[in-house]
């Protein structure tokens, strides 16, 4: 009956020593997969942020051409004017000298 007995409580200690093995091994796994996952959120943040600064740049590039176009529109208004103005005052200055004359 003794040695029944210190058999059963033997195996019983490894069965619980085994069971805890288990989950230790189980535990191990998961932990492991876990930090998998914060790097792969980490990941997915990073590329987030990129792709918000991506469109940001995209839309700042965008306002950028506009001005631009509008700067050159400018530009050409005023070489048209400063043409105007200089064959204005060439008309201007041959009807001044015919009234000299």
């Known amino acids: 009956p003794l040695v029944l007995f210190v058999l059963t409580k033997s195996v019983t200690a490894l069965a619980l020593i085994n069971s805890v093995t288990v989950s230790?091994?189980?535990?191990?796994?998961?932990?492991h997969r876990l930090s998998s996952l914060a790097q792969l959120t980490k990941a997915i943040n990073s590329v987030t942020v990129s792709a918000q600064s991506l469109a940001q740049l995209s839309h700042r590039l965008s306002s950028l051409a506009q001005l631009t176009k509008a700067i050159n529109s400018v530009t050409v208004s005023a070489q048209s004017l400063v043409q105007s103005l200089a064959a204005r005052r060439l008309i201007l200055y041959n009807g001044l000298m015919e009234l000299l004359e």
């Not at 230790?24 to 932990?31: D, F, K, N, R």
């Open 24 to 31: 230790a091994q189980s535990l191990a796994q998961l932990s």
